[in-house]
């Protein structure tokens, strides 16, 4: 690309704008696999750069660093990605529409357990007081005179 707009660089100058100054910023955004011993630039930060040294020389850029007229394979590939991430968009929204619906009905539910429990509780404890005042009642009752049993 940096050929293409009639602004050569070596490889090793963008190496080293792909890598972080002592301000932890660097020239080119960029993702470095140790695994393939790779930088991966994106195109947005090595067009802006090509732009900065055009500017920097005071040239205009060539005729193939204008916009192509087709688009070009990575374009095509950034618009299936674009598809794609708005189906995920689209999948996460109906999911997340579906999870605020069941965590509303979960709760409704809890509410009318909640309500249900108090009124247990309330019957429960007017059966103790009823149980307690029978108690009472039972105890109050006097015991059979033991006299009229033995003559």
Not at 43 to 60: C, H, N, P, T
């Amino acid at each position: 690309m940096f050929e293409d707009a009639r602004v050569a660089r070596t490889e090793r100058s963008v190496i080293n704008w792909c890598r972080k100054d002592a301000a932890g910023m660097s020239r080119l955004d960029s993702y470095f696999d140790p695994n393939e011993r790779k930088h991966f630039i994106t195109l947005a930060s090595v067009e802006r750069a090509i732009q900065e040294e055009l500017a920097k020389a005071g040239a205009r850029p060539g005729p193939s660093a204008s916009l192509p007229s087709r688009p070009s394979p990575s374009e095509a590939e950034d618009t299936a990605d674009v598809k794609g991430l708005r189906q995920k968009i689209i999948d996460l929204t109906i999911t997340n529409k579906g999870k605020d619906y069941f965590i509303q009905r979960l709760e409704e539910d809890r509410t009318k357990l909640v309500e249900e429990q108090r009124l247990l509780v309330d019957r429960v404890a007017e059966s103790n007081r009823m149980v307690g005042k029978l108690e009472e009642k039972l105890l109050r009752l006097e015991p059979p005179d033991r006299q009229t049993d033995t003559a």
